[in-house]
């Protein structure tokens, strides 16, 4: 899979997280944990920055048995977070498994209240 590839799909997943009703934002997880396990899992893909320099929140990193999808999202008032984390984390399943990648973990933490 390619950079390009890991790209689209997150941004896809990005669209389709900031689209899910209770979502007031989308932020990439932070942490020196996430850079050393992807050198100690010898991750295939990892979503980096695009032509423009940016980079996405959604973190994709793809190896031979899995996909490994990583955001934090922030909550509208009123919602409740682990319906809005289910709802976030069903879509970003869908979008990788229409990629035709190895199966989908999703990993969503809600980290703060609009």
């Known amino acids: 899979m ?3 590839v890991s790209r689209s ?3 896809e997943i990005l669209a389709l997280a900031k689209a899910t009703p209770g979502v007031a ?3 990439a997880r932070p942490g020196i944990g996430q ?12 979503s980096g920055s695009g032509s ?10 793809v190896t ?9 999202v922030a909550l509208a008032p009123g919602q409740v977070g682990p319906a809005v984390a289910r709802a976030v984390a069903a879509a ?3 979008a990788a498994a229409a990629s035709g990648l190895p199966p989908a973990v999703v ?8």
């Open 2 to 4: 390619s950079l390009d």
């Open 9 to 11: 799909l997150a941004d």
């Open 25 to 27: 934002g989308v932020y």
């Open 35 to 46: 850079l050393s396990r992807i050198v100690r899992e010898g991750v295939a893909v990892v």
């Open 52 to 61: 423009d320099g940016s980079v996405s929140p959604i973190d994709v990193h």
């Open 64 to 72: 031979d048995e899995a996909t490994r999808i990583e955001f934090d």
């Open 92 to 94: 970003a399943r869908t």
């Open 107 to 114: 990993d969503v933490r809600v980290v703060s209240l609009g």
